[in-house]
T-cell receptor, first 112, second 110 residues
Framework: IAGITQAPTSQILAAGRRMTLRCTQDMRHNAMYWYRQDLGLGLRLIHY???????GKGEVPDGYSVSRANTDDFPLTLASAVPSQTSVYFC???????????FGNGTRLTVT | GEDVEQSLFLSVREGDSSVINCTYT??????LYWYKQEPGAGLQLLTY?????DMKQDQRLTVLLNKKDKHLSLRIADTQTGDSAIYFC??????????FGSGTRLSIRP
């Protein structure tokens, strides 16, 4: 079934540890995105990539990094996790432009 | 800057109509979207409306767009328990900047 796969589903992480959230899509979409969802704040864009080999900063990029080595994969790395990064993280992809986003099922991350 | 606003909660009785409202600031988008998020899942596209339309109807869903007031609404007729979810309004102001509202949590009373 075509779509977006995120891993892990959930994770508890000690503060200061490094963590990579994985995201893979099989729809050959050019654009990919990482959002975090926090109660009362909706979805906030962390980083995005309009095409393989390029990335850009979203609304809340600090403490996060991304890479886009190929079309399918868009990992999100927390170099040194802090409790304020406790959130639900969603990866999404689209054909770009005004096309709708397709979302993964999310990764629930707790930083203690 | 660009912004999309929604109320956080809505409670309706089963069988009644639900109306979820959204206001936005960027009027340059070709489309405006409504997404639905069920518990433990990601967002799924529910419906959309072209910015040159005033209304779109799709089975139990009616989307109304008032461009003058920058107001978007989603009406769900004959609301069922399966409609319980969080509904997000989204304004794709640019390819790299899709602005989501905070989401409206719809709960259904028996």
């Amino acid at each position: 079934i075509a779509g977006i796969t995120q891993a892990p589903t959930s994770q508890i992480l000690a503060a200061g540890r490094r963590m990579t959230l994985r995201c893979t899509q099989d729809m050959r979409h050019n654009a990919m995105y990482w959002y975090r969802q926090d109660l009362g704040l909706g979805l906030r864009l962390i980083h995005y990539s309009n095409t393989a080999g390029t990335t850009g900063k979203g609304e809340v990029p600090d403490g996060y990094s991304v890479s886009r080595a190929n079309t399918d994969d868009f990992p999100l790395t927390l170099a040194s996790a802090v409790p304020s990064q406790t959130s639900v993280y969603f990866c999404a992809s689209s054909d770009g432009g005004n096309s709708p986003l397709h979302f993964g099922n999310g990764t629930r991350l707790t930083v203690t | 800057g660009e912004d999309v606003e929604q109320s956080l909660f809505l409670s309706v009785r089963e069988g009644d109509s639900s109306v979820i409202n959204c206001t936005y600031t960027d009027s340059s988008s070709t489309y405006l979207y409504w997404y639905k998020q069920e518990p433990g899942a990601g967002l799924q596209l529910l419906t959309y409306i072209f910015s040159n339309m005033d209304m779109k109807q799709d089975q139990r869903l009616t989307v109304l767009l008032n461009k003058k007031d920058k107001h978007l609404s989603l009406r769900i007729a004959d609301t069922q328990t399966g409609d319980s979810a969080i509904y997000f309004c989204a304004d794709p102001s640019s390819a790299s900047k899709i602005i989501f509202g905070s989401g409206t949590r719809l709960s259904i009373r028996p």
